[in-house]
């Protein structure tokens, strides 16, 4: 399990740094919803604020959105024992989602819109200069491939964001960690997981059908995640078809040099950046 915590930790602190998400001073609103991906985020970060050259503090936040039986008080007993700061808020989305979404239909985006939005207000009221949220390197390979296959669009999840019409950064440190050190890691620190009864029970979400394939192709070559991760830091804008693109950089035609190559055996591969993109 140390092996699992410094790969962790690693991965944390090299999100933070290439993407700047935390600045000295920063006083960082942290949403917290009770599963493993966000008990993990709080933890890590808590251990790199101890060490961390610049100064930050950790605001803990968590929604209780109206669930029926919604078991807030592990949450309490656990960042109490933990002695973070923590702060609870009743909002009652639970019975808007319900109530807006037909049967059958999947409740993730408008229960995320919501959640959204009072985070946001949250952040304004608490003096938060920062919003982390707890999306792992799998959130990111199933949002790509959300986006190809049902949006039409060539887009993940960015690691640090202007929301709220620019008065709000989102930050997600967690982006270069895979769900399975996650998941070994919550396990090992015995996390009290609060269940959730609205997405978290809905099988058919093409999120989960998504998240399945990509765990197959994962278990039939193992290293995929890692190379479609490596992807994502390693795009070839000249060799996409978005024309607005191409005027924006100026770009008359594809250099031959970036031609597409046959890609390396997955034991052969290695996260890294080539020079001289289009």
Same mark, same amino acid.
């Given at each position: ?12 602190? #090299? ?8 600045? %000295?001073?920063?006083?960082?609103? $942290? ?7 966000? +008990? ?5 970060? #808590?251990?790199?604020? #101890?060490?961390?050259?610049?100064? &930050? %503090?950790?605001?803990?936040?968590? *929604?209780?959105? @109206?669930?029926?039986? +919604? ?11 933990? @002695?973070?700061?923590?702060?609870? $808020?009743?909002?009652?989305? +639970? ?5 807006? *979404?037909?049967?059958?239909?999947? &409740?993730?985006? /408008? ?6 939005? $009072? ?11 920062? *919003? ?19 949006? =039409?669009? /060539? ?10 019409? =620019? ?13 399975? !050190? ?17 997405? @978290? ?7 989960? $059908? ?12 193992? @290293? ?17 078809? !978005? ?29 890294? #950046? ?5």
């Amino acid at each position: 399990m140390d092996a699992v915590r410094r790969r962790l930790g690693r991965a944390v602190s #090299r999100a933070i740094a290439d993407f700047g998400m935390i600045e %000295d001073g920063d006083r960082i609103l $942290v949403a917290v919803s009770g599963g493993k991906d966000s +008990y993990t985020m709080l933890h890590l970060l #808590r251990d790199l604020a #101890r060490r961390a050259p610049v100064r &930050f %503090d950790l605001k803990v936040v968590n *929604i209780d959105q @109206g669930h029926p039986g +919604y078991p807030g008080h592990l949450l309490r007993g656990y960042m109490a024992r933990e @002695g973070y700061d923590f702060t609870i $808020v009743e909002e009652d989305t +639970y019975s808007i989602v319900t109530e807006k *979404i037909p049967a059958g239909k999947t &409740f993730c985006s /408008l229960c995320s819109r919501l959640r959204r939005g $009072v985070l946001y207000r949250l952040a304004g009221e608490l003096g938060c200069t920062k *919003i982390a949220l707890g999306h792992h390197r799998d959130d990111v390979l199933q949002t790509l491939l959300l986006n190809l296959l049902f949006a =039409g669009q /060539l887009a993940a999840m960015p690691p640090k964001l202007l929301a709220d019409e =620019g008065r709000r950064v989102v930050i997600r440190p967690l982006v270069y960690c895979a769900e399975e !050190d996650i998941r070994a890691f919550a396990a090992a620190e015995g996390f009290p997981i609060l269940p959730c009864d609205l997405c @978290g029970s809905q099988d058919q979400l093409q999120r989960k $059908v998504v998240g399945r394939m990509i765990d197959d192709l994962e278990r039939e070559r193992p @290293g995929t995640k890692a190379i479609m991760l490596a992807a994502l830091q390693n795009v070839r804008p000249s060799h996409l078809l !978005d024309r607005d693109l191409w005027r924006a950089l100026g770009v008359h035609a594809a250099p031959d040099d970036e031609a597409p190559a046959e890609p390396p055996p997955l034991a052969e591969h290695r996260l890294v #950046r080539s020079p001289g993109r289009g």
